[in-house]
Structure formats: C-alpha cells, structure tokens
C-alpha cells in the first residue's frame, strides 16, 4: 500500500471487508482508526442488509443520517430476529386477551408489522380482531392488551378476513349475512345476505377495484364489489356442497373454487374478469383441474398463477399435483389451459384429519397433518419433517422469517427459516410458547402472526375462548 494515497488503503480494506461476517466487521472495526473507518463505511452495511433481507426501508429509522442508517439498521433489525429466533425469557411479553364469551372462529391482524417495513422502535400499535359465535368482533391492541371495540351482538360469526390496505373488516354468521366493518372504529359499512349458513371469504382488488367472492353451502360463487357489497355475479361450481377452497391467484386473474367434501368432483378454475365484469351473452370461462378429492390448495406467491393441489388418488392415497393456469385467446374464443408442471406422492397417515397447507416462496410448499409438519419442494423432495407436538396441530402460520404450528396440546412451536449454503433453505426448530393450563383449557385452535408478534386462540372448557398474544421487542 502506498501511504502517499491513503484513499487506496481503504479501497482495499473495503474490498477485503466484504468477505467478513457482520459479526467479524464489528470486531475488526476496533483495530485502528483506518480500519474503523473502512468497517463503517455504508456500502459494507447496505451490502449485508441487501444480503439479508430482500427488502429494507430505512424510513423506518427516522434518521436523517442515512450514511449511518444502513449499520443501525442492520444491527437493530438482527438483533430482533435474534430475539425472535430464541423465544427467551425478557425478549416478548405475553398478554392474554379475554371477553369472548364464545368459541373464537377466527382472527386477523388489522394494522400489523410487515417485513417489508418492519416497525424496528416498537411505536405503532398492532390490531387484531376476532370473531366469535357470541356473535361479536372485537378488535385489540395486542402491545397493552387493551380492548378497543366491540361490535353489537349478532347471530354467531363464522369467519372473518381483513383488508388491511383499506381498513377494512369483513364477516360472515350462521345466517349467511356477510358485513363490513371500518377497522378503526367498529362501524358497520355495509351488508348482503347470502342465505348461507356456511360461507368462505375472499377479498382482493383488480386494478384498484375492490371485490369481495363468497363461496356458499349450496356450492355456488357469488361476486360483490366495492364498500356496498354490490352483487356482480354468480355461478355453480360444487352442486349440492359447501365450497370450503377458495383463492385468488398472485396475479389476481383466477379464481380456485372447491370442495373437500366430495371425493369425486374437482375443483374449478375461473377466469376472474368472468366474475367481476359478466357478459350476458357468453357464459363464464371456467376450467375443472384434472384432479378429484380435492384436500387442500394453494398458489405459489413468487409465480403468477402456479397452483399446488394436495388431492386423493386410487386406495385411498395421496398426491401433491403442481399446474401452471393460463389463457389462450384467438379470434374467436378464449381458453382456459390448466397444465401440470409436477406431481409426487405422499405418505401422510392422516386418516381424517385435515391437511394444512401453504407456501413459501417459489420452491416451498409446507405440510402439517396430525402432530407432524413437512417441509418439500416442488419437485417433491422431503426438505424437512418434524414431529414435535403431542396432539394433532390445529393452524399453521407461514411467512418469510419462520412458521409457527398451533396445536391442540396447548403449545405453539416456532421453527425459522434458514438459507443454508450446501443445502439451500431449511427450516429449523427453536422453541415452544405454551398456552397456559390443561385444567381451564383444551388447546389452540387459531394462529396468526406479522413480523415481531404471535397472536392465537385457545379454547376454554368454559365455552370462553382466549387470545394469546405474544409480542417481540427490539
């Protein structure tokens, strides 16, 4: 090195630096004032945090420094995924959230801490409402415990989902009648029966137009938009039974409808346009899948409409089928093609319980059934497996830091997601999070969870269901 040019000198620390852990640039920053330097710099740390996180948003430090920003926020922000990853004492407080004087049916996160732009101060409050069948949703702020309101009293609810760009909650109960709820005080916005005692929700949004798709006992799909729940169509997909599956493809252009009650019929794929904006003249574009008794489904997020559908075969057994959907227009009609891309057996001993299933990133489908979890690719291939409940699991949670298995042994288990260099991403077990006492308590039976917080229900002997909340601080 040339001391007449010390600007080289630390061009070459620099690129020797970024060979170095996080952990090793720390230390090596306390060598000398030349090495402090070259340690510090912003590049080295917006190259780890680049590393490490697909995505980073420094506006979540509210400095104004940003040369510094991208050390503080890696530090910080690994040093609560260390937290999170552990689960020990002092690093979450828990709060038990009780006025439910019912079974809990459901719950979402109203205003959670996303990856994307993770609250690293702990300054916003979190929200998360429940449903339950004493006919009431209740929104909490998970941080404090604190209620924050309650709706009036209606026939017993059996689902709820959330739209959280807009605010907005939605609602089914045993009558059928669907609603929407401002999510930050409580009030009814609009309402549509749907004559239904069993109904499942779908919310999305096509080209900033709101739509809500209801899948009814009677096995029929019926189309609402915007806040008052205008009826925009229906059709007949699973005559005579409930449909119980019902997704929205990543690029919000097909629509899976399905039931898991009938071994013999298969679940359908719908041209979303079909439902949204009906033509009189022609009849909607809708295609069966090449596969009966459906069991469970879902579209993989990294791809536009790449389906995976876990479904029966002959005696009994079972298959993971993977099929690309698309459209082919000519002249003088338009064609929905449903294409299989993968299929594999699987070795499930579930008998009757039901299978769990979603999925993470473009390679990554994750199991559970009974007490087990199952982590394979697309391609079939077992990446990890684990057996670690003692009751069968009851919910699972999956997101692009860990899942979390709720189980009726009255325990949450949280696995992380690690990208190993041999073997490519892996799941690894951590710890459990217990729900409390056997003697007031029969297990969990509802998991969700954003970035640094677990919410899930526990159902009381009492007829009294119970939120747990489990919040990570930084």
Not at 34 to 44: C, H, I, Q, S, V
Not at 104 to 130: E, H, K
Not at 158 to 175: G, K, N, P, R
Request: aromatic residues 8%; glycine residues 6%.
């Amino acid at each position: 090195m040339d001391p007449d040019h010390p600007h080289l000198i630390g061009d070459c620390l620099i690129h020797i630096f970024t060979f170095l852990t996080e952990e090793d640039l720390i230390t090596a920053s306390s060598v000398c004032k030349d090495w402090y330097e070259a340690a510090d710099n912003p590049w080295l740390w917006r190259r780890l945090c680049l590393q490490r996180w697909s995505f980073c948003n420094l506006a979540v430090l509210g400095s104004e420094q940003v040369d510094q920003s991208w050390k503080r926020y890696f530090l910080r922000r690994s040093h609560l995924e260390a937290k999170m990853s552990k689960g020990r004492s002092g690093g979450y407080t828990c709060k038990s959230l009780r006025g439910h004087t019912g079974r809990v049916v459901g719950l979402v996160y109203l205003q959670g801490n996303s990856a994307q732009r993770p609250d690293l101060w702990n300054s916003s409050i979190t929200t998360v409402c429940s449903a339950s069948t004493d006919g009431t949703v209740r929104a909490w702020n998970i941080q404090n415990g604190e209620l924050l309101w309650c709706s009036p009293v209606q026939s017993p609810l059996t689902q709820i989902i959330s739209d959280e760009q807009c605010d907005v909650l939605i609602t089914a109960d045993s009558t059928g009648l669907i609603k929407t709820w401002k999510g930050q005080t409580g009030q009814e916005v609009a309402s549509f029966s749907a004559a239904s005692p069993h109904c499942t929700l779908l919310q999305y949004s096509v080209n900033n137009d709101w739509f809500l798709t209801v899948g009814t006992s009677q096995g029929s799909v019926c189309t609402l938009a915007e806040s008052a729940l205008t009826k925009k169509s229906s059709i007949m997909v699973c005559d005579t039974f409930k449909v119980n599956i019902l997704l929205v493809s990543p690029d919000k252009k097909w629509i899976t409808a399905g039931t898991k009650d009938n071994d013999d019929l298969s679940p359908k794929v719908t041209y979303t346009e079909s439902l949204t904006s009906p033509s009189e003249d022609e009849d909607p574009l809708c295609q069966s899948v090449p596969v009966t008794g459906c069991q469970a489904a879902v579209f993989i997020p990294t791809q536009p409409a790449r389906l995976a559908i876990i479904h029966k075969e002959r005696a009994n057994n079972k298959a993971l089928t993977v099929f690309d959907v698309s459209i082919k227009k000519t002249k003088y009609k338009s064609e929905i093609q449903v294409q299989q891309v993968e299929s594999f057996p699987l070795t499930l001993n579930t008998w009757s319980s039901p299978i769990l299933l979603e999925a993470k990133d473009s390679n990554c489908l994750v199991l559970a059934a009974n007490q087990e979890l199952w982590v394979y690719s697309l391609k079939g291939t077992l990446l990890a497996s684990f057996k670690e409940h003692t009751m069968p699991i009851s919910s699972i949670c999956v997101d692009s830091f860990r899942v979390v298995t709720a189980s009726q042994d009255l325990s949450l288990r949280v696995l992380t997601w690690k990208n190993d260099r041999d073997s490519g991403l892996t799941l690894e077990s951590r710890y459990h999070l217990l729900g409390g006492s056997h003697t007031m308590s029969r297990g969990f039976t509802h998991v969700a969870c954003d970035y640094t917080s677990i919410v899930a229900s526990v159902e009381g002997k009492d007829g009294k269901d119970v939120l747990k909340a489990y919040c990570f601080t930084s």
